[in-house]
């Protein structure tokens, strides 16, 4: 009784030895304010995105995109199959069992002799019924691998950090997937709106060409003059031609986004009227680390290139395996049994590297090298994370200004043209001054919706640098089913 309490605790004392580093998080820039900001505990990115949106055309895209769209699926894809791998490697841990069997049987009426299987013969019986055999055999066996080492916890430890990353990647195609889908609509809506602008301005110019006709019929104004008033008719028209065109094919884009053929997209609000956060909040730097799927991503690569070390230096080491087999067989012939019995065995194998072993300490190298770039890849991650955020901060502050003053340039702009209209219709001004008023706003009215399209573009680029208001999956639920696209709901 000792002897065995003494082999088994001698067995979990070598079974809790495992080669090669544990994982620590590596040290990461740390800080508590933005650049262009305070740093807040509140963020924009904890507001789910059916929340930040709106627009309840655009909700029900997002829906259809996180339903069929077919990045997502590989996603989920990619976390079922590192979920099977998971289990496979956790069984590398329990015994394994193998079993087998055959039976035979023949008779014989011919013959004087009868073949024995394994060898040897038996006198046959001459008469009607001649000579029956049987024989039965089957055979049940065990293998077990003591993980002296820590090799196959190690690999457990890989192939976890592996299906943690993919569910990062999960997220990290959800949040690009919202992100794109909104930006891609914005974008069909300012298409649109520059659209109607350019049809607007079209109806303008065709009036200006009916009246500067009947003004050159009637010599009041040169043929130059009405030249002129065409040239802009025909380069409006061009340009509307060109925006319904990029309508179009605005449309095509977000179709793939929403795993369909091409087809016209359906209107909600007007660009105009889709409302904007009064504040957008970026939250801590430090929050950064713990919200950004890719950062994440890449932080589980690393914890899986680390856990690759100890699986490499343990191969190095002598494996010890136990086996054993039972077995049990029958032969009858005529009647009589010979038989049943059984067989018993078992034996330890103890098995280990002797000319590979140089080639081994050169594979560990190689998972070392793995291990530094994959920190690099990690540190990289954080650095373009923080530089994303910078650039969406700016951009939705500068862009904010810059709507501003081109809203102020195109109420100039009308009221200037309105007077030289006015002018321009009793004779008090020429042509020049309506037409150079006119394509003046129609410009300014075209880059204001630009303005506003790219300030919604900024807070959606934002939104997503930050994280998109995704809570960072625990790793207790590594192993939990996959979210399903049709089961994805969105934030935190």
Not at 96 to 111: A, E, K, L
Not at 451 to 477: C, D, F, H, I, M
Request: charge should be neutral; glycine fraction near 8%; charged fraction near 20%.
């Amino acid at each position: 009784m000792h002897r065995s309490m003494l082999f088994t605790a001698l067995l979990l004392l070598l079974g809790a030895c495992k080669m090669g580093p544990d994982y620590t998080r590596p040290e990461t820039p740390a800080g508590d304010a933005w650049r262009m900001v305070p740093g807040t505990t509140e963020s924009i990115a904890n507001t789910p995105w059916w929340e930040l949106f709106k627009d309840v055309e655009l909700q029900k895209l997002i829906r259809t995109a996180l339903e069929e769209n077919l990045d997502l699926r590989v996603a989920v894809a990619n976390i079922e199959e590192f979920q099977a791998q998971l289990m496979i490697a956790k069984f590398d841990l329990v015994p394994s069992f193998d079993y087998g069997g055959h039976v035979f049987g023949f008779r014989n009426t011919n013959t004087d002799v009868f073949p024995i299987p394994g060898g040897g013969a038996l006198p046959s019986q001459t008469g009607k019924n001649g000579l029956s055999i049987s024989h039965e055999q089957g055979h049940a066996g065990l293998k077990w691998e003591l993980d002296l080492w820590g090799r196959l916890r190690r690999n457990i430890e890989a192939t976890r950090a592996q299906l943690l990353a993919r569910m990062e990647n999960q997220r990290g195609v959800i949040i690009g997937l919202v992100s794109s889908v909104a930006q891609s609509y914005f974008t069909v809506r300012a298409l649109d709106l520059q659209a109607d602008i350019a049809a607007r301005t079209l109806k303008v110019w065709d009036e200006a060409v009916k009246l500067t006709r009947s003004r050159y019929q009637q010599g009041y104004v040169s043929k130059l003059d009405l030249d002129r008033f065409e040239a802009e008719q025909a380069g409006t028209r061009a340009q509307l031609a060109n925006l319904q065109k990029l309508v179009v094919q605005a449309e095509n884009q977000l179709s793939v986004l929403l795993g369909r053929k091409p087809m016209p997209i359906p209107r909600g609000l007007a660009l105009t009227d889709q409302p904007m956060p009064p504040a957008v909040p970026a939250g801590l730097p430090s929050d950064l680390l713990q919200r950004r799927p890719d950062i994440m991503k890449a932080e589980q690569e690393l914890a899986g290139a680390t856990a690759t070390i100890g699986v490499a230096q343990a191969v190095r080491f002598p494996q010890l395996a136990l086996t054993g087999a039972a077995g049990g067989a029958g032969l009858q012939f005529s009647g009589s049994s010979f038989g049943p019995y059984a067989t018993f065995h078992g034996a330890a194998t103890l098995t280990g590297p002797l000319f590979n072993a140089t080639a081994l300490g050169y594979q560990v190298k190689v998972s070392e090298a793995q291990t530094k770039e994959a920190l690099a890849k990690y540190q990289n991650a954080i650095l373009i994370a923080f530089k994303e955020v910078e650039d969406a901060l700016v951009a939705v502050q500068k862009t904010r200004e810059q709507r501003d003053a081109q809203e102020a340039q195109v109420a100039a702009l009308q009221s200037a043209l309105t007077l030289a209209d006015k002018r321009y219709r009793g004779g008090f001004a020429s042509y020049l001054d309506v037409l150079t008023a006119q394509r003046d706003l129609f410009q300014a009215e075209l880059g204001l919706a630009s303005s506003r399209q790219q300030l919604l573009l900024s807070v959606v680029q934002l939104y997503k640098a930050l994280g998109g208001g995704w809570s960072p999956t625990g790793p207790s639920e590594a192993e939990k089913p996959p979210v399903s696209p049709s089961g994805v709901k969105g934030g935190g």
